[in-house]
């Protein structure tokens, strides 16, 4: 039938989610008419070990993190890429297996690549 | 139409309602597995055997104050238990607890889960940011680096399943595995079953691999500002996490609802023991083993489970190619 | 917010970039097992500076002793270390037996060495758990903590408490141990032998406990000479120094026991030491037990103490390292100055240097591998 492009599974999908996030959200509005609330400047502030905050954490950071956001980003595009071969391997048979090695050679000379400049080492 | 929608709702109803059951006493199991391991009863006060202790639990944390904290990002950090309850609560959709038995059972199912399980650490995350402290901070940050990393190895274990079953379809991978010579993918997959259990404690910040929340360093990591409720979703998140990852692992490797025998009336059972079984296994090797240092993790989840996991994905292609053919 | 000076990192540090921060670990933390607060200067996960600050358990302890006659600080001497109260009280108690040249009779002496030597067990299973606690693992912490509760219930059968003992009199015990405490102890020794490999199996071997320890905070035997440092830190550079071998007091020279030494003066050096001593100690135990004399276990001594003129030094071997009691006195009721040097403290003050550059999950292994007793460093 045109028009119903959306499938019915996945309307139970979302019905699922609205659930979800109607139980969360009940939870934490309903309850609040329930609970105490006698908040104070001591307990509202951030934790720090019992000091006072010296400074937020908005600061710049390691640049170690985006690195391995990056390497995130690349590498999983590419497993992406391996599913939908991965799902049909059987119908496209050895033409499909060498095309996939191929592949998978160009993912890993990027891996070794990354590794020999030290991407995959933690360090400062 | 109408009817179909109702029973749809009825059907997610109930099946919330389990999975929330099997939450709350998967904490309980939790708290008597490690504490017969460590020479001690676990809950005993709260009902025989302290039965009631994850009620008393729930409405202890439902009436605890909600402690905002002055410098938090508001709607952030409103939002940020919510994504992770609702993005782990969402991935139980597609699973199928016996033949036919899913909320939904559509094409993609493994995919959907993956995308869920990402959505979930990005929870984590915002929560971290959202708190403005700088243990949450870090804890984020942490956790930031060690999703997305074990993210890929989980990816690649499971393509060798795909492979093997043809189909991204949860129900069609169990069936596919049932016809399948060993009747279970753990035995020809056992390198991505490896890395998948491995992936999947890192997946759900268990330990050895709860870094974003390990309390000897960072207190309690993302969810140190929260209280109360909202600390109790990040808690029921984690543990429907827990259950999901199981759920994966029960149905690409250890053959879902299939068992040796059918049992009348109770379809569920095969399908329940092996989850509790995987779920004994996050427990058992939460009591034993120490906490890996974080550029240790790293280096696990990047130079050991991804060429383990992409060596698989090769191994399973020659063997279909040539030797199983 | 730097008008606090305690909040500024007091050490100049080469420039790193401005991605640095400060993280305030204590007074109320986890990691660091009492009220220690600890400034660090991090970038990233990895720590540039780690500068503890002290005092907040301060109670002046060497004043208060000026001001009480020497039997009314022996119970202060266990608030110190509540871990080895035992070693405080012996250090007390020998060092105004030296003083007033006071006897002790035999049979107090091996009472003293049974119970100080289960003391330092009990001390040494304690830092076991907390240590691997520090790593993340839980279940360590929990078996050595049934395995010490079967001490303190003996200690509690012949001192009456659990924890803060007081038990050693100038000249003397309390009370004289019975013939069942002693079967008891025996028990207990065999019993210990039996669980000790169960505790290897469980953490020794493990890959990712040997990863987070070996190598990791490894001092050098110059650092350690340098730094002061003693006990099980000390033993574990390779440096073969006990008080109890090298300056004997009590009558440890009676007792064949090794000192147990390692080589890389690393975090696992000082655990495996750790682990040995306890056997040593177990072996202590055992001939003290096989050998106790009968007699008197309380010589003659007056029940207000006035102390000739003169200063003493008195040396112990704490289960953390080196305790020495230094008392100056002017005659009368109560000492003129009273000096401790605790372990703890000079153990403390090499961190500063173990932590720079490390990660923040080895620092705090590190913190936990030193087994710091903040009471004791604060006083």
């Not at chain 2, 009863?41 to 729930?58: E, K, N």
């Not at chain 2, 938090?72 to 238990?81: H, I, L, R, S, W």
């Not at chain 2, 597609?94 to 899913?102: D, K, L």
Request: net charge neutral; charged share 15%.
């Amino acid at each position: 039938m045109p028009g119903s492009y959306l499938p019915s599974d996945y309307m139970s999908v979302l019905f699922l989610l609205l659930f979800a996030l109607g139980f969360g959200v009940a939870a934490i509005a309903l309850g609040q008419l329930l609970r105490l609330r006698r908040p104070y400047h001591e307990k509202l502030v951030a934790y720090e070990s019992g000091n006072e905050p010296t400074e937020l954490p908005r600061f710049r950071f390691s640049v170690k993190f985006y690195l391995i956001a990056i390497l995130f980003a690349v590498f999983d595009v590419e497993c992406i890429f391996l599913y939908p071969w991965a799902i049909v391997y059987d119908k496209l048979g050895l033409f499909a297996f060498a095309e996939m090695l191929i592949f998978i050679f160009l993912l890993l000379a990027g891996y070794v690549y990354a590794w020999g400049k030290g991407a995959l080492t933690w360090e400062r | 139409m109408v009817i179909e929608i109702l029973l749809t709702i009825l059907l997610i109803v109930v099946v919330f309602s389990v999975i929330m059951l099997h939450v709350a006493y998967a904490t309980y199991f939790e708290r008597k597995v490690i504490g017969h391991m460590q020479v001690r009863m676990g809950p005993m006060r709260v009902g025989p055997h302290g039965l009631l202790q994850p009620i008393a639990d729930g409405i202890k944390l439902f009436f605890k104050e909600d402690v905002f904290p002055e410098t938090a990002d508001k709607p952030t950090f409103y939002a940020a238990p919510i994504i992770c309850l609702v993005a782990a609560l969402t991935s139980i959709a597609v699973i199928p607890f016996w033949e036919g038995m899913a909320i939904s059972d559509i094409n993609i199912g493994l995919l959907f889960i993956l995308a869920m399980s990402s959505l979930a650490g990005w929870g984590v995350v915002l929560a971290g940011w959202a708190s403005n402290s700088k243990y949450a901070f870090l804890g984020g940050l942490r956790a930031s680096a060690q999703i997305i990393s074990y993210e890929i190895a989980m990816g690649l274990s499971i393509v060798g399943v795909m492979m093997m079953a043809g189909s991204l379809n949860m129900s069609e991978i169990v069936k596919a595995q049932a016809q399948s010579p060993f009747g279970i993918y753990a035995i020809p997959q056992v390198l991505g079953f490896f890395v998948f259990l491995v992936a999947m404690l890192a997946e759900t910040n268990r330990t050895p691999f709860d870094m974003p929340e390990c309390e000897s360093e960072l207190v309690a990591g993302y969810c140190t500002e929260y209280a109360g409720f909202r600390f109790a979703l990040f808690f029921l998140g984690e543990y429907v996490g827990m259950i999901v990852m199981a759920s994966v692992g029960t149905i690409c490797f250890l053959g879902g609802w299939t068992g040796p025998f059918e049992v009348p009336f109770f379809p569920i059972i095969w399908f329940m023991l092996k989850v509790y079984f995987l779920i004994f296994f996050f427990y058992w090797v939460r009591a034993t083993l120490p906490r890996y240092r974080y550029d240790q993790i790293m280096a696990l989840g990047w130079k050991v489970l991804i060429p383990l996991a992409l060596g698989n994905v090769i191994l399973t292609g020659i063997m279909k190619t040539f030797v199983w053919h | 917010m730097t008008t606090n000076p305690a909040t500024t990192i007091r050490h100049s540090l080469e420039p790193i970039g401005d991605e640095s921060f400060i993280l305030n670990l204590g007074p109320q933390h986890p990691g660091t097992h009492g009220v220690l607060r600890i400034i660090v200067k991090m970038d990233g996960e990895y720590v540039l500076d780690a500068d503890p600050v002290l005092g907040y358990g301060h109670r002046m302890q060497e004043k208060i002793a000026e001001n009480m006659t020497y039997s009314q600080m022996l119970p202060y001497m266990a608030r110190m270390d509540y871990l080895a109260a035992l070693s405080y009280n012996q250090a007390w108690v020998c060092a105004v037996e030296k003083l007033c040249e006071y006897e002790v009779p035999d049979r107090a002496e091996y009472i003293r060495i049974i119970t100080v030597e289960l003391n330092r067990i009990s001390s040494h299973l304690l830092w076991y758990g907390a240590f691997l606690l520090d790593l993340g693992a839980f279940t360590p912490f929990l078996q050595a903590f049934a395995d010490r509760e079967k001490i303190l219930d003996l200690l509690e059968s012949v001192t009456g408490s659990r924890l803060t003992y007081c038990y050693y009199r100038f000249g003397g015990v309390f009370q004289d141990i019975t013939d069942s405490f002693l079967c008891n102890v025996m028990d207990y020794i065999k019993y210990l032998r039996e669980r000790l490999p169960s505790y290897h199996d469980l953490v020794s071997g493990n890959v990712i406990f040997q990863h987070r320890t070996s190598g990791i905070g490894a001092i050098t035997c110059s650092d350690a000479a340098e730094y002061g440092v003693t006990g099980p830190i000390l033993r574990g550079t390779g440096i073969s120094y006990d008080v109890r071998r090298n300056e004997p007091y009590s009558i440890y020279q009676r007792f064949h026991f090794e000192v147990p030494t390692g080589e890389t003066g690393g975090c696992q050096a000082r655990y495996t030491v750790r682990m040995q001593e306890i056997e040593q100690s177990l072996n202590i135990i055992e001939q003290a037990v096989t050998t106790i004399p009968d007699g008197p276990i309380k010589s003659k001594v007056p029940k207000i103490i006035k102390a000739p003129e003169g200063e003493v030094a008195m040396a112990v071997e704490t289960p953390r390292g080196e305790l020495v009691v230094y008392i100056v006195s002017r005659g009368g009721k109560t000492p003129y100055r009273v000096k401790f040097r605790v372990p703890s403290f000079s153990n403390l003050s090499i961190f500063q240097k173990l932590a720079r550059g490390k990660l923040l999950q080895d620092v705090l292994g590190i913190l936990g591998s030193l087994d710091l007793v903040i009471p004791e460093i604060d006083r």
